[in-house]
């Protein structure tokens, strides 16, 4: 004996749930491709110099997740770092190490840093007195320049200093001045 299944439906209609079925499948499917590629694409840096160098190495695996309450964010360049959305904070480990100079030195956290505020208010600080050097950028309307070093010091100080910064009142004057 044979069975034979007739289907009592009209001709391109479908009856039933396949339909709402299949679309929330597509839907979950859509939803998890972006989780897993991530909401924001990575951000642009260029590699300094010296951006090979182990040392930078030793403070990229140790860049915290978070920075000034921002989150990290991925880059496409080697020995760099990026926090927030849009990005608040950047890291370049590698670039040239600078010299004496007259720009201000703040110290945080045993951390000597080169404040250049020419593009005030974003930010550029550089490390003074380690090789290689460390480059960091902010954008002050979006994160506070003195937290944002705090957050970045435990990976920074994996760096020893050579050198510290030098005040007007760390110079060595002359005691015996020549009448004119």
Not at 56 to 74: F, K, N, S, Y
């Amino acid at each position: 004996m044979t069975f034979q299944f007739t289907h009592l439906r009209r001709p391109g209609r479908r009856t039933g749930p396949v339909p709402r079925r299949r679309a929330a499948t597509a839907l979950l499917l859509a939803v998890a491709a972006v989780l897993i590629t991530g909401c924001a694409a990575a951000v642009p840096m260029q590699p300094a110099a010296d951006a090979e160098n182990p040392a930078c190495a030793d403070i990229i695996v140790r860049l915290p997740t978070t920075v000034a309450d921002q989150p990290e964010r991925e880059t496409n360049a080697q020995s760099t770092g990026a926090w927030g959305e849009p990005s608040a904070v950047l890291l370049t480990c590698g670039v040239e190490v600078p010299g004496p100079t007259t720009l201000p030195c703040v110290s945080i956290n045993g951390i000597d840093w080169i404040e250049d505020d020419s593009e005030a208010p974003k930010y550029r600080y550089t490390t003074y007195g380690r090789e290689p050097a460390t480059e960091v950028y902010i954008d002050s309307e979006l994160v506070s320049g003195s937290t944002t070093l705090v957050d970045l010091s435990s990976a920074i100080s994996n760096i020893p200093a050579t050198k510290q910064c030098l005040g007007a009142e760390d110079a060595t004057l002359p005691t015996d001045i020549p009448a004119p």
